[in-house]
């Protein structure tokens, strides 16, 4: 085999555009889902009353399994090989998770801020609710998070892995290969010859 005809693997470039995309996604839906989703008005005794809900208040899944999705990319960048794509399943799950808590909430969010208003004081059958840009946020950062992580589901294994010198110091061999490797031994105070 001559040198142009050696096995040159092509780089893999969806890990930087995917890895930004995933933690873009996760931290976006998880600030969302902590904020005011739906803004509720009525009217007592013809005074305008307000309330708010929040993700958190109304479905509280949504911000928790957004951390855990964005929990998931640290894993991803620090682990190697096959296992990333269990950890990356994993955050494809806490997604979709997400993803059917934010629908439930829907309506849900709605119907509570209405009892929030109407605990204020607002009496009558008019009353407005409506969503605010935090909860479609909510919905945009879970689905660029969960098109993310199932990138790295499929592509996570032949992405570039940390280099060895963050591993434990057990982890790594201790048997010195070169002289250098030898001296360096014994500047630290270890046995190179164990």
């Known amino acids: 085999m001559t040198m142009t005809e050696s096995v040159v693997r092509p780089r893999d470039r969806s890990f930087g555009p995917t890895v930004l995309l995933g933690l873009a996604g996760g931290a976006l839906a998880a600030v969302a889902g902590t904020r005011d ?3 509720a008005t009525g009217d007592a005794a013809g005074i305008r009353v307000e309330a708010a809900v929040t993700g958190s208040d109304t479905a509280p899944l949504v911000a928790t399994l957004a951390l855990v999705a964005l929990a998931a ?27 059917a808590a934010l629908v439930d909430a829907f309506d849900g969010a709605q119907d ?21 840009g935090w909860y479609y946020a909510a919905a945009a ?54």
């Open 37 to 39: 989703w739906v803004i």
């Open 73 to 99: 990319w640290g894993v991803i960048l620090v682990l190697r090989g096959r296992v990333r794509r269990i950890v990356a399943a994993i955050g494809v799950l806490a997604c979709l998770g997400a993803s």
């Open 141 to 194: 950062g879970i689905l660029l998070a969960l098109i993310a992580l199932t990138v790295a589901v499929l592509r996570a294994p032949g992405w570039p892995a940390m280099g060895s010198r963050y591993d434990a110091p057990s982890a790594r061999a201790s048997a010195p290969a070169t002289d250098e490797d030898m001296w360096r031994a014994l500047d630290e105070g270890r046995d190179p010859t164990s």
């Open 112 to 132: 509570d801020a209405v009892e929030a208003v109407i605990d204020r004081g607002a009496t009558g059958d008019v009353f407005s609710a409506s969503l605010t």
